[in-house]
């Protein structure tokens, strides 16, 4: 199962491109990179998925370098809406996966 | 709306008590889970139900039972709970099999506290 890392927290104000980071370096050929976001006592809720290159819906942007180690989720001109948790998930689904600490982003007036 | 419900969204128990939490979804998916939310604690993955076949965390104290009747229904039977199992319980399901990447939609959430 492959093990992400993203940092625990980022600030911005509103109007900023927020790009979130997350390290997968042991990713299998067959593992989606998946992000999430989670507003406080709600469920989390799919934002985008990719497995190379850049992907774009109306939401965000995904970026995945050549080598897939990492990924970086770009959240344009954000909002003081888009305060929330951020997950960053690689795999198929597996019975262990966990969505990890995920970054928190705040976003400030 | 995700199309995933779940009842009661709060529920207050003590650690004799023995209640049931009930999700429904009404995608047609064909994979449900049980997630576990501990205060500032990342999400843990309790079971996993996809074409009538069960996956569970090793973790999960038998205390927590799930039970799956059909593809559109999941339940998760609560007994001797302890006050550590207070948290946010979330259901999700998903289109195909949980061992796709496929997005899960997760409902509301039900808000356990246990006395």
């Known amino acids: 199962l492959a093990k992400t890392t993203q940092p625990i927290s980022m600030d911005s104000y509103e109007g900023q491109e927020v790009n979130i980071t997350c390290s997968h370096n042991n990713i299998a050929t067959n593992d989606y990179i998946t992000w999430y976001q989670q507003f406080p006592s709600q469920g989390p809720r799919f934002i985008i998925q990719?497995?190379?290159t850049k992907v774009t819906n109306e939401v965000a942007s995904l970026f995945i370098p050549a080598d897939r180690k990492s990924s970086t989720l770009s959240l344009p001109r954000v909002s003081l809406s888009d305060t929330a948790v951020y997950y960053c998930l690689v795999g198929p689904n597996d019975y262990k996966l966990s969505f990890g600490a995920g970054t928190t982003v705040t976003v400030r007036a | 709306e995700t199309g995933v419900t779940q009842t009661p969204r709060h529920l207050v128990m003590g650690m004799t008590n023995k209640k049931s939490l009930k999700c429904e979804q009404h995608?047609?998916?064909?994979?449900m889970y049980w997630y576990k939310q501990s205060a500032k604690k990342p999400l843990e993955l309790m079971f996993v139900y996809s074409l009538e076949e069960r996956v569970e965390n090793n973790s999960v104290p038998s205390r927590f039972s799930p039970e799956c009747p059909n593809s559109s229904h999941l339940f998760l039977h609560l007994h001797t709970l302890q006050p550590e199992d207070s948290a946010l319980y979330l259901c999700?399901?998903?289109?195909?099999?949980?061992?796709?990447?496929?997005?899960?939609?997760f409902g509301p959430g039900t808000r356990l506290t246990v006395l």
């Open positions: 995608l047609g998916h064909n994979a």
């Open positions: 999700a399901s998903s289109q195909v099999s949980y061992r796709d990447h496929n997005e899960q939609f």
């Open positions: 990719g497995y190379k």
